[in-house]
Antibody
Framework: EVQLVESGGVVVQPGGSLRLSCAAS????????LHWVRQAPGKGLEWVSL????????YYADSVKGRFTISRDNSNSFVYLQMNSLRAEDTALYYC??????????????WGRGTLVTVSS | DIQMTQSPSSLFASVGDRVTITCRAS??????LAWYQQKPGKVPKLLIS???TLQSGVPSRFSARGYGTDFTLTISSLQPEDVATYYC?????????FGQGTKLEIK
């Protein structure tokens, strides 16, 4: 069974930093691209970032480009999201999601339950 | 960037009704379109990929079609368990933008 378990969400002050983690199991981790998708309270889904199976292709939404960094550890089946210069508008539930393919050109067929990031003073 | 616009934003329908949700892309995306269902308090679930391919385990009352810029998701006979917010998403190239969602409720 595919499992994605996010962690690291906390309350952080504006301008602060945070690293989210996603532990994966139940599939051959280094065959698939991984994404981060967020959902602000009561709002819709927003795609945040993508990393290909080998980490060679990385993409970001304009709203986080230059502030967030995605990475992966294929040895231990983790994907990370380093979040810097956090703003109030980054407050959201952050989901880790698995791509159907390896390059990131497919839909997201499995999602974690999310980890809540709150940016507030 | 390509924008994804869903209509309506919210929808009330009766059990047994035929329901259709529309998603429009601001530029052509061929068939690189997915539909997700998010029930209240739950994680999004992939329903449809490739604009029209039903994922395994999704009830056959769900169907979808479209190509280019105009896409639809149809529920042929609405059931109480279909209460959810439905999102379309493009995945032809980044950013993999979602529509704003359509909240479906029972009358």
């Amino acid at each position: 069974e595919v499992q994605l378990v996010e962690s690291g969400g906390v309350v952080v002050q504006p301008g602060g930093s945070l690293r989210l983690s996603c532990a994966a199991s139940g599939f051959t981790f280094d065959d698939y691209a991984l994404h981060w998708v967020r959902q602000a309270p009561g709002k819709g889904l927003e795609w945040v970032s993508l990393i290909s199976w080998d980490g060679s292709s990385i993409y970001y939404a304009d709203s986080v480009k230059g502030r967030f960094t995605i990475s992966r550890d294929n040895s231990n089946s983790f994907v990370y999201l380093q979040m810097n210069s956090l703003r109030a508008e980054d407050t959201a539930l952050y989901y880790c999601a698995k791509d159907i393919g390896g390059s990131g050109s497919y839909p997201l067929d499995h999602w974690g339950r999310g980890t809540l990031v709150t940016v507030s003073s | 960037d390509i924008q994804m616009t869903q209509s309506p934003s919210s929808l009330f329908a009766s059990v047994g009704d035929r329901v259709t949700i529309t998603c429009r892309a601001s530029q052509g995306i061929a068939n690189y379109l997915a539909w997700y269902q998010q029930k209240p308090g739950k994680v999004p679930k992939l329903l449809i990929s490739g604009a029209s391919t039903l994922q395994s385990g999704v009830p056959s009352r769900f169907s979808a079609r479209g190509y280019g810029t105009d896409f639809t998701l149809t529920i042929s006979s609405l059931q109480p368990e279909d209460v959810a917010t439905y999102y379309c998403q493009k995945y032809n190239r980044v950013p993999y933008t979602f529509g704003q969602g359509t909240k479906l409720e029972i009358k």
